[in-house]
């Protein structure tokens, strides 16, 4: 739950209990990541990270899994109908190692943010550092700005392709599927796993995995109306 409101004159959004200041561009993010002092409290003893299906299926394709296997290391659950995909990270998260993220380049968006969040309110996503957060490496420096982390931990893609899934399961939820087994199957079958074929129309499989994951939710805006629409 979050909720806005001015404490002399800072904009503060509520987070868990917690005030946070949304962050500019030109904000310092002080971090240690990478230097042998910070022991990635980020992929240890953390809470699940949900993931979407774009961001599984850049895991699947960086640690060579298929969408059966990736179900083995994280749990789902079914809220309203809808699956949810969650990455454990207790006690480390499946892919986290001694040296470091096992696919690092395809790492969700939760993890390039991180300590960093994003949270939406009224129709606006902003970038917080929550005054509870894990890093153990955040440090009174000067460092380097919020816009210049961004690019450093290449979230724009990752940015527009969640703000994609926004958009998509919000206008599921204006369909009103059954709150049955059945919703969430169909979910993990069409949209989630990278198994299946983005479009029936195989000729028409574009390249780029953002191409792919962008026709996946266009097909299913229309196969599971029709799937789902008479359950
Ligand atoms: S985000 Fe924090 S905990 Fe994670 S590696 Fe960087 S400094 Fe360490
Ligand atoms: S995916 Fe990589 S960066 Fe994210 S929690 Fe797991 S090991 Fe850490």
């Not at 299906?53 to 179900?71: F, N, R, T, V």
Request: charged share 25%.
């Amino acid at each position: 739950m979050t909720g806005m409101k001015n404490i002399n004159t800072k904009m503060t959004i509520r987070i868990a209990g917690c005030d946070a200041v949304p962050l500019s561009g030109s904000d310092p993010v002080q971090l240690t990541c990478g230097t042998a002092g910070c022991s990635s409290t980020c992929c240890r003893n953390g809470p699940h990270i949900i993931l979407n299906p774009y961001e599984i299926d850049c895991m699947c394709k960086a640690s060579g899994m298929s969408y059966e296997d990736l179900l083995d290391i994280v749990e789902t659950d079914r809220v309203n109908g809808y699956p949810l995909v969650m990455l454990p990270r207790d006690p480390s998260c499946h892919f986290w190692t001694e040296r470091g993220c096992r696919i690092y380049d395809a790492r969700p968006l939760a993890c390039r943010l991180f300590p960093l969040g994003r949270v939406f309110e009224s129709g606006r996503s902003y970038i917080v550092l929550p005054d509870r957060n894990r890093c153990t490496g955040l440090v009174p420096a000067p460092s380097r700005t919020l816009a210049d982390y961004l690019r450093e931990q290449d979230t724009e893609t990752q940015i527009r392709m969640a703000d994609a899934w926004i958009e998509f399961v919000t206008d599921m939820e204006e369909l009103h599927f059954p709150d049955k087994p059945v919703t969430s199957v169909a979910f993990h079958l069409l949209v989630y796993s990278p198994d299946t074929p983005p479009s029936s129309d195989l000729s028409a499989a574009p390249g780029s995995p953002e191409e792919r994951f962008l026709l996946r939710l266009a097909t299913a805006r229309k196969k599971l109306p029709e799937f789902l629409g008479n359950r």
